[in-house]
């Protein structure tokens, strides 16, 4: 209502005009128009889906850990929000792994930063001895390549404690096709996941964190129920 108590013009055209978009055209946009440049914790640009974001929120708080291991940090906005959650909880650490420092810009006192590549033996002998006796929660946001998500599993998803997630990022790309946007010309995490879902039976994909339907992350939730 305005101040004559007449209804205000709606614009109905321009919201019908983005509700007739399809899921797959929002991503498309997001990817194209957002991701990259627009989505910011606390100021640091973080390369998240703001509907994954929140569903790690909640799988922070269900599972209080005591350490997070994000391989692949980037500009460290994604860290940084890691970081903010541990602090409301009052308690856990950052591992953040990554294989260049140039553009990484977070700082905060329950990061850990070890700056090499994933697989290389110091990085994973300081991770483990990190994770020891912690409640670990692992995201694998480094190098997409099929060869190299599986390496990742391999190492890391063994430090996940019964309850916890190995979240296995950007699958997405092996949904889509190389050049539409989105897609990748070699195989991705989807692909990576598949193959280390077959041999691992102590880890499940959690369908109930792709509620949204608009995950970058398909099947990439994935819990360790067991052995
Ligand atoms: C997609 S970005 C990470 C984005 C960040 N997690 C976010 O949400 O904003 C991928 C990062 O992984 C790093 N990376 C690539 N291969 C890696 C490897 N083998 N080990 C560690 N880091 C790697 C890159 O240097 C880059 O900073």
Redesign the pocket.
Known sequence: MNERGTKAPLRREAYDRRYAMTLREWLLHHQEKIVFTEVKWMGL????NPLDAWIYQEIVHEVRPEVIV??????G??TRFFADLLDILGRGIVVS????RS?YQCRHERVVELT????EPAVLDEVRSLCRGKTVLVIQ???HRKE?VLRDLVNYAPLVTPGSYFIVEDGIVDLFHHGDGLGFEEEGPLAATEEFLAGNPGFAVDETRERYLLTYNPRGFLKRIGP
């Open positions: 640009p973080a390369w998240k994000e391989i692949g940090s980037r500009y906005g994604s792994i990554d294989i260049d553009l090499g590549g994933s697989s946001d480094g190098d190299q």
